[in-house]
């Protein structure tokens, strides 16, 4: 039974296997708390990587962070004697960050990111290093990870300087949802801490993990948001007795703009075999001299122009995919610099507050009797589903903000 449960696990677990990517759902499920496994040849790579820094070393090369200082002090040596306390110091000197924690699901994605990267072969660090990251992520010892610290564009030195730390067995970690010191966790669930060896306490700090992850998050939870509000709209044009003749995929075909298709298409599946929406214009009179409207307001026909662009440009930012592909830490320079991580961060703020503009436009339009004529006693009637989006204002009408 117990082989048996041991072989699910397994099947379970989430190899990282590079160059094969991480997808974003895949980092995600890492995040939740999904096990880890190092694929194939990973642990030769490691080797092959750890010896070829070791030959380096014993010919007398110059290498940064190995026989030197690192940022302004790359101009003097580190005497091979030096060497291990160097690599000690150069966490605890930058494990200083402030603030609130990361919430787990960062700090596990933060891990995983790191471990990608790692695994590569490309950093010269043992299979020892790789081998107890992915231990303490199966275990769920979390380094406490704060939120205020990393530079932003070159690199999470202090957030990854804490998850090094507590790879040493130092600092702060969270398990089993208490807040304990890393000796006693890694001890509870037999982990070693690793005294770092050349250059390996450089490879867990260099690097942009910690953006990555709650970039790729981000998207992940875009992606959430866009499918929760592509079912709002679909009950606000349901309730309104909307048209679906906007969804129709020939119009959409016109702009073949993927994320607009995608999205128009999940409308029309939603609102499938409804009774309440109508496939066209009526083309019957509304009473009062009036036709029933042709077309309906912004709010409820552009819907999939405003999330497919939301869902389409939070993908197009790349905010997890590629950077997750290319990554890596090498002997003299590092893929490090988080800039464009940072910049399709900010736009993923933009985009979602598009979500709410248009939703407000709707909720209002069925609540808010200055939105729709006064007149319609029901909200299936003739005008009731024309916000007051791109009309002019009732009369009397005064905006009200928050």
């Known amino acids: 039974m117990l082989a048996r449960e041991q072989a699910a696990a397994a099947a ?12 974003l759902e895949t980092l995600g499920r890492i995040a939740a708390g999904a096990p880890v496994a190092l694929g194939a040849g990973v642990h030769e790579r490691l080797v092959a990587s750890h010896r070829q820094m070791l030959g380096l070393s014993r010919a007398d090369r110059i290498v940064y962070g190995l026989n030197t200082g690192c940022g302004p002090l790359c101009e003097w040596p580190v005497p091979p004697e030096d060497a291990a306390r160097f690599q000690q110091n ?11 924690m990361h919430p787990r699901a960062v700090v596990r994605a933060t891990m995983a990111a790191r471990l990608l990267s790692l695994a590569q072969g490309r950093s010269a660090v043992r299979p020892l290093v790789a081998d107890t990251l992915a231990a303490m992520l199966n275990a769920g010892v979390h380094p406490v990870l704060h939120e205020v610290g990393s530079v932003g564009a070159s690199g999470d030195l202090v957030e990854l300087a804490h998850v090094a730390l507590a790879v040493m067995g130092e600092g702060r970690v969270e398990h089993a949802g208490e807040l304990l010191p890393a000796a006693e966790a890694l001890a509870d669930v037999g982990i070693l801490p690793v005294s770092f060896e050349g250059r390996e306490a450089l490879a867990l700090l260099n690097g942009t993990s910690c953006e990555t992850a709650q970039a790729a998050l981000l998207v992940l939870g875009t992606e959430e948001l866009v499918a929760a509000a592509e079912a709002a709209a679909a009950l606000a044009i349901e309730a309104l007795g909307g048209s679906i003749e906007a969804f129709d995929p020939r119009v959409h075909a016109v702009r073949p703009h993927a994320g607009q298709a995608a999205s128009a298409r999940h409308l029309a599946a939603l609102l499938a075999g409804s009774r309440r929406v109508r496939e066209g214009a009526r083309g019957d009179g509304a009473g009062n001299g009036r036709l029933a409207p042709v077309q309906d307001a912004y ?18 930012n790349d905010l997890g995919v590629t950077v997750c592909r290319f990554e890596h830490d090498v002997i003299r320079d590092s893929a490090i610099v988080g800039n464009a991580r940072v910049l399709g961060g900010k736009d993923d703020a933009v985009y979602e507050d598009e979500l709410g503009v248009v939703h407000r436009a709707r909720e209002a339009a069925q609540v808010d009797p200055r939105c729709h004529d006064s007149s319609v006693a029901t909200a299936g009637g003739p005008s009731a ?12 009408f005064k905006p009200t903000y928050p």
């Open 385 to 396: 589903h024309r916000t007051a989006h791109m009309r002019p204002a009732p009369p009397g």
């Open 299 to 316: 709010t409820l026909r552009c819907v999939p122009q405003v999330l497919g662009a939301v869902h389409f440009l939070a993908r197009e």
């Open 90 to 100: 150069l966490v605890r000197s930058h494990a200083a960050g402030l603030g609130p």
């Open 12 to 23: 379970a677990s989430v190899v990282i296997a590079p160059p094969e990517p991480l997808a």
